[in-house]
Structures are given as structure tokens and as C-alpha cells.
T-cell receptor, first 109, second 115 residues
Framework: GQNIDQPTEMTATEGAIVQINCTYQ??????LFWYQQHAGEAPTFLSY??LDGLEEKGRFSSFLSRSKGYSYLLLKELQMKDSASYLC??????????WGAGTKLIIKP | GAVVSQHPSWVICKSGTSVKIECRSL??????MFWYRQFPKQSLMLMAT?????????EQGVEKDKFLINHASLTLSTLTVTSAHPEDSSFYIC???????????FGPGTRLTVL
């Protein structure tokens, strides 16, 4: 079956760095997405990785290893507004997104 | 700015009534749109793929006669929840299937509460 695993909840301190991991097993692979979702709102796109390696975009970076079925989202210089759920999703062989359950990130002052 | 809109943002209805949710792609002619449902503290669940000018494709376990989807134009897809029940209360989100695939845009979502 298809499966996306990520931690349910993480806590970090304002100004610090946090890494949110995602492992996946899917039928085919057409890219891995990270989305941010604040409570009561729709997800907003953060990143898309289709090749191995690190993609940096400001305070956020996303890493992919296709051979390991593994990705992480790295958030630097954490701000209180980064408190949200972070969703990992993989595009399968039919270009359909398979979603993880999301990681709730709690930022403490 | 927003590229996908949804209307209404929230709706409360009585059990047994029908509710229509609209999803509009504001800057893209979307031949395909996706409808998701999200229960509290759970991830997005794809309900169906809306295809302009043809029938929608429903995911396993989603009742096509209960969740009616119409994609009459390249910028508008509608989801009608028929004979709504309290268990249909959820957050419904649409996204437009852009040709470049690598960045799906979501609408702001519609929160449905069925009393």
C-alpha cells in the first residue's frame, strides 16, 4: 500500500532550527511536496522536490533522498507565526497526491 | 493574491438539506480540479477529481450520488453535498490542477457544519 509517515507533533523554541522528517512508500514517484497549514485555513505551498538534494528557499529548506524514500523540511530562525501543521505529500505514478497526516509544530517563546 | 477562491467560506445547515460549494480558478483555465475533505486533526483526503465537460472521478468510498460534482466551465467546479448529515461536517478544500503540476493552489476552504 501507499504510506506517508511524519511525526504527529513537534515543539521548538523561537529563533531555533527544527527539522520535520517524512518517509514515504508509494506506487511510483513524481515529486514530494511540503505544505504549511494554519489552523482553520487551507494549505499553502512551501516546496517541491523531484531530484535528490537540498532546495533552499529563504528560512525554509527541503531535502529529498529518493533511494531512501525520505525527505525533511528544515525551518531556521523560527518565528511564532511558523506555528502550524506541515503536510508532506507525494505525487504517485498517476500524479495523484498522497498526503501525510501532517506534523503540528508548536513554537515556544 | 489568491488564485483559487471558494464560496461560501463557512456554512451551517440542517440535516437533510443540500449544500453547494463553489470553487473558482481565478487566473487559470483548469480542465481538472480536485476536491478534498479534511476532518479535525487529520490530513487531506482526496474525494474526487473534477473534469471539465465530463464526469468526475471519485475516490474509493466516496458516494458519487451524495457528493455531486459539476465542472461546467474551465474556471468553476461545484460540489453539492446532498441530504447532508452531521457526519458530513468537515472542511472542504478544492485545488486547481495546473498543467505544471509542481505547485497546486488550494482554495481557502469551506467549513461545513451540519446540525
Amino acid at each position: 500500500g501507499q504510506n506517508i509517515d511524519q511525526p504527529t507533533e513537534m515543539t521548538a523554541t523561537e529563533g531555533a532550527i527544527v527539522q520535520i522528517n517524512c518517509t514515504y512508500q508509494t506506487s511510483g514517484f513524481n515529486g514530494l511536496f511540503w505544505y504549511q497549514q494554519h489552523a482553520g485555513e487551507a494549505p499553502t505551498f512551501l516546496s517541491y522536490n523531484v531530484l535528490d538534494g537540498l532546495e533552499e528557499k529563504g528560512r525554509f529548506s527541503s531535502f529529498l533522498s529518493r533511494s531512501k524514500g525520505y525527505s525533511y523540511l528544515l525551518l531556521k530562525e523560527l518565528q511564532m507565526k511558523d506555528s502550524a501543521s506541515y503536510l508532506c505529500a507525494v505525487g504517485d505514478s498517476n500524479y495523484q497526491l498522497i498526503w501525510g497526516a501532517g506534523t503540528k509544530l508548536i513554537i515556544k517563546p | 493574491g489568491a488564485v483559487v477562491s471558494q464560496h461560501p467560506s463557512w456554512v451551517i445547515c440542517k440535516s437533510g438539506t443540500s449544500v453547494k460549494i463553489e470553487c473558482r480558478s481565478l487566473d487559470f483555465q483548469a480542465t481538472t480540479m480536485f476536491w478534498y475533505r479534511q476532518f479535525p486533526k487529520q490530513s487531506l483526503m482526496l474525494m474526487a477529481t473534477s473534469n471539465e465537460g465530463s464526469k468526475a472521478t471519485y475516490e474509493q468510498g466516496v458516494e458519487k450520488d451524495k457528493f455531486l460534482i459539476n465542472h461546467a466551465s474551465l474556471t468553476l467546479s461545484t460540489l453539492t453535498v446532498t441530504s447532508a448529515h452531521p457526519e458530513d461536517s468537515s472542511f472542504y478544500i478544492c485545488s486547481d490542477g495546473r498543467g505544471d503540476y509542481n505547485e497546486q493552489f488550494f482554495g481557502p476552504g469551506t467549513r461545513l457544519t451540519v446540525l
